[in-house]
């Protein structure tokens, strides 16, 4: 049995120009983007402005990712790990400062209690020096 093929140009065409989803897909997934995500609802929250970042960069630079309805989902769950990504960064940032100023507290504590320390010793040390002889040359009386 022999099938008829159709014209390669015809395929090509039709493989080429993806039917766009209908906008009530497209409405749902984002509601259902908002639900999830209920941030993205509120117009210039952290994650509405990404979200909007994300569907401008991909217009310009991937106009495909807009061809299946779910767009609004993917936008919203790249946008919100964008954030995460950036909450981590920042958390890890804070984290190594404030380990950094717990070592110069330990440090700072550390010289007081030389200083501490030579305060209590000072006047021992200058009166073997002055009464005792003591110049750290040996000898002595």
Sequence with gaps: MLFKLAPLAFLADIVAAPAAPSPQLVERWQRAAVEKHPALAKAGSPLNERFLAIIAAKRASEPGFFDQADWPMRAAEAAAAELKAAEAEAM???????????????????????????ATAKERWIFDRLVVGGGGGGGGG
């Design 92 to 118: 890890k940032k804070q984290e190594a400062e404030m380990a950094r100023t717990g070592e110069e507290r330990a440090r700072a504590e550390e010289i007081a209690e030389w200083e501490r320390e030579w």
